[in-house]
Structures are given as C-alpha cells and as structure tokens.
C-alpha cells in the first residue's frame, strides 16, 4: 500500500492492521548502543540520592537528564 492509499483509508476510519506488520516496525534513532562512563564517587552517591528520591534507577535518571539536555539544545544538536 502505498503511503497517500495508507492516508486516505486511515482519515476514512478504514481498518488498516492487515496493512500493518506490527512486529517489524521499528522506531528510528532508538536502538540500543551500550557506552561506560566514569564517574567520581561523589557523583555516583549524587546520581543515588536523586533516583532515590524520584524512586527511579540510576540508570534511568542518568538517560533522561541528558536527553533532556539535548532535546534543550534543539533538534539541529541531534
């Protein structure tokens, strides 16, 4: 199907899942890229206190603050 044929039957309410193959689609620019960083004690127990008070992972704190630092600097930063 091509993508205006896509259009038109999904502003017309058609039902399109046969013409969706859930199970390949991907999501761009989100696949997974493992890197290390090094950080000083105290910004690890910084980074602890935080998550602990947000009740999120480490890790998870980490990923948001800095996407969203560079969503703040705009998508010609990206």
């Known amino acids: 199907m091509k993508a205006r044929e896509f259009e038109r039957a999904f502003e017309a309410g058609d039902r399109l899942d046969d013409a969706l193959d ?6 761009p620019n989100l696949e997974m890229r493992r890197v290390n960083v ?8 910084g980074l602890d206190r935080e998550a602990k008070k947000l009740g999120v992972t480490r890790q998870s704190l980490i990923k948001v603050w800095i996407a969203q630092k560079l969503e ?5 930063r990206l």
């Open 38 to 45: 090094d950080f000083p004690s105290w910004v690890v127990e």
């Open 22 to 27: 859930l199970e390949a689609a991907r999501r």
């Open 72 to 76: 703040a600097e705009g998508p010609s």
